[in-house]
């Protein structure tokens, strides 16, 4: 995605919007009749020289799927009940579409597909009742089904995939290329010809070249061999190759970097605010190296004054140039376990632009009043210049304020009152958070250590309060710029977050009942106290972690807007990302704002520059950073799949974290998730309970519910579908007896 600058570039955007709204309202005219090409060139007096704009109005009311032209050459509107959205296939040949602002997704028979692929744009027409099939009409009349959730696709806009990841099968004179996402619905075939030398069990790229139909399979031919799919070392870049995630910066990019100094050059200190005297420090994990924000705290006239620093990168990344538009392109840095894909280059992200102890290095910084209740009564934003004294990690400053360890504190014997401020001030703000009603989610993230290029240990992260100290401060300043822009009526960009469906706070409400816990919530409206609430309650017992999981899968995704909404999960009506400039691009984008407004520079065709151009790029953005969290998922799971390799036929511990009609998942201690089959509980005959969300056993009543601690075994593993099989473990001679009993469980 590019886009341009410049106020000529936005009026020539603003103009062909105009045209278009025209061509449209025309073909939406109650007295207008099918035209051809040339009859609207007539009708509308289009000169020569306007033709091809014509002509890309057309192309792109049809790509927007506002229009169609017929067979004779004839452009009519679409029909009313169409809707675009984007197409999931499943294995079983249905599918489902998801249409942006439609909050539940549509369901789509095998044969009404018309050949969607996964990942398709396509038009869609809502069935009525009449033309559903006969289970799911008397679902749809019983109310079991709320929504006329069914569909058929009746036009592929634009093919979602161009490619494909996977593994090779080689047969004699052709292959197939088995895809690691399981959504798509069929193998790739691959002609002899094409295969580009793979062998068996290589995972590849496959280049689609046919999405197949009803009879044939989808083909394609091989553009990539990644490397033996058992190999730990292909496991990542397979992944980004899946998702499309720039791995390599184009030539350009490096050709871009030779303009970046590797130093401050004096002359820019003369116009910024100069806060090299002031006790400044970093505070990142151990094995950080792109340092974008360092903290300065200390009291004054009865105020404690907190700055906020945050690495100037859009000094150096400047609008519309390669490296601009390469960080847009890959919209934030990915940490994929122990591999990091930047956004910016090293020399960037670890060097100039990096918050390094010891170096001048320019920032943009929120220095904020902060009284004793908490409150930030007054800000200043401005460009300024710092230079760290220290750079701490978390554990160090834990070992401080938590621990009070003495060989910590005896090192750092000059910062500990620093710190001790810092600890007392961010109470304060949590505080402030907390009696407003922020959702504050504390359970256990995974910790995944790979040395030599393999998993050596997996285990709950430990989450320290000198990483809630960070976050305290990074909150206030996005809150506080947030505010500040809102107020002064610019386009900028904002986080936001919805609140959560009624629907789904009614189920969670159904599941915590299981374990105890209630929350107050009205079937329209829910106050992000009551979760608050919930998450306080469960604090410190033994399904916290599970709850807390359960609760965060009920909230919507937060996202990027030109509109600011507010945050619900934060329970604040002003939120931005500023903080983090080196690994995300929209924090890079309010920069350029923000610094162009400081210096009166943010005219009237700026401002109709950014507001031509932010929305798109929020959405990218919220898009890219979606793909990142994609990708982060998969490559966690891959490692966790390739550790548990390890430990087939050992015993854990675990606790059921959830259940449907085919079995039940485990999450370990270790935060590894497995799966047990219900085909695999041999001591009855188990059905599944959906008003209980339990498995229940027919004959002994053994019921397994989410919470329940169970004792399982590692059954097997499988990297190709990134699975973990569990079986639950019997006492001694339990499990053969009870295989009797399954199969004449069957047999009544």
């Not at 000059?414 to 359970?443: H, N, T, Y």
């Amino acid at each position: 995605m590019q886009y341009e600058i410049g106020a000529e570039q936005v009026e020539k955007t603003e103009l062909f919007e105009e045209r278009k709204k025209i061509i449209y309202d025309l073909m939406c005219d109650s007295k207008y009749k099918p035209l051809k090409y040339k009859e609207i060139v007539y009708l509308l007096q289009v000169p020569e020289e306007d033709r091809p704009e014509l002509s890309a109005i057309l192309d792109r009311l049809i790509y927007e799927g506002k229009i169609e032209k017929k067979e004779n050459g004839r452009y009519v509107k679409t029909a009313d009940e169409l809707l675009e959205g984007t197409f999931i296939s499943n294995k079983k040949g249905f599918g489902f579409v998801r249409v942006d602002g439609i909050d539940y997704d549509f369901f789509i028979p095998a044969n009404k597909t018309r050949g969607a692929f996964h990942d398709d744009k396509v038009l869609i027409r809502p069935l009525d009742e009449s033309e559903m099939y006969g289970e799911r009409r008397n679902r749809r009349r019983s109310g079991t089904v709320k929504k006329l959730s069914e569909a058929s696709v009746e036009k592929i806009l634009e093919r979602g995939l161009k490619t494909v990841v996977g593994v090779y099968q080689k047969n004699k004179k052709f292959g197939f290329v088995i895809p690691d996402n399981s959504r798509i619905d069929s193998d790739i075939f691959i002609p002899g010809r094409f295969e580009n030398g793979a062998k068996s069990g290589d995972r590849v790229v496959a280049e689609l070249t046919s999405y197949g139909d009803k009879v044939r399979s989808a083909e394609g031919k091989i553009i990539e061999v990644i490397g033996d799919y058992t190999d730990p070392l292909t496991d990542v870049l397979s992944v980004v190759r899946e998702l499309k995630i720039p791995y390599e910066f184009p030539e350009e990019v490096t050709a871009d970097l030779k303009r970046i100094p590797d130093e401050v050059d004096p002359r820019e200190l003369a116009t910024r605010t100069d806060l090299r005297d002031l006790v400044t420090v970093t505070i990142d994990g151990e094995d950080a190296k792109d340092l974008d924000d360092a903290i300065t705290l200390y009291e004054e006239n009865g105020m404690y004054k907190l700055g906020v620093h945050i690495a100037d990168v859009s000094h150096y990344v400047t609008e519309n140039s390669p490296l601009d538009k390469e960080a847009l392109n890959r919209g934030t840095s990915c940490y994929l376990v122990d591999k990091v894909i930047p956004m910016l280059p090293e020399k960037l992200s670890n060097g100039i632009c990096s918050l390094n102890a010891g170096k001048d290095r320019l920032t943009l910084s929120c220095l904020m009043d902060i009284d004793k209740n908490g409150n930030i009564v007054s800000h200043k934003i401005c460009e300024s210049v710092i230079n760290v004294n220290e750079r701490m990690t978390y554990t160090a400053v834990s070992a401080i304020v938590e621990d009070r360890d003495p060989e910590t504190m005896e090192r750092y014997s000059e910062l500990v009152p620093l710190f001790d401020l810092m600890l007392e001030v961010s109470d304060l703000l949590r505080e402030k958070r907390r009696q407003r009603g922020s959702i504050d989610f504390d359970f256990d993230e995974s910790k995944i250590v790979v040395e030599d290029g393999k998993v050596s240990y997996i285990g709950a992260y430990e989450r320290r309060r000198s990483n809630g100290i960070i976050e305290d401060f990074m909150l206030a300043a996005n809150e506080t710029i947030a505010e500040d822009y809102f107020w002064q009526e610019l386009p900028f960009e904002y986080r936001v977050h919805e609140a959560p469906d009624a629907e789904k706070v009614k189920q969670l409400g159904v599941l915590i009942s299981k374990f105890g816990f209630y929350f107050k919530a009205s079937r329209d409206n829910v106050h992000p106290k009551e979760f608050q609430k919930l998450i306080d309650s469960i604090s410190g017992s033994e399904c916290e972690n599970l709850v807390s999981r359960m609760t965060l899968r009920t909230m919507k995704q937060a996202k990027y807007s030109t509109e600011c909404t507010g945050h619900f999960g934060l329970a604040c009506r002003y939120y931005c990302h500023f903080t983090s400039p080196i690994r995300r691009y929209p924090d890079l984008m309010i920069h350029r704002i923000i610094k162009e407004n400081i210096r009166g520079k943010l005219n009237d065709n700026r401002q109709k520059h950014y507001n031509a151009i932010l929305p798109k790029i929020c959405d990218d953005n919220s898009k890219k950073e979606r793909r990142a969290e994609s990708a982060e998922r998969e490559v966690e799971k891959l490692k966790k799949v390739e550790y548990m390799s390890e430990h087939v036929g050992e015993v854990f511990q675990g606790v059921i974290s959830g259940v449907n009609n085919r079995g039940i998942f485990v999450e370990l201690e270790n935060t590894v998730e497995g799966f047990v089959s219900v085909a695999d509980m041999y001591d009855d005959f188990y059905c599944y309970s959906e008003e209980e969300y339990a498995m229940i056993g027919e004959t002994g009543h053994n019921k397994y519910s989410i919470g329940d601690k169970v004792t399982v075994k590692v059954a097997k593993t499988d990297k190709l579908t990134k699975s973990i099989d569990f079986v639950i473990k019997m006492k001694e001679g339990e499990e053969s007896h009870g295989k009797g009993k399954r199969r004449q469980a069957h047999r009544k």
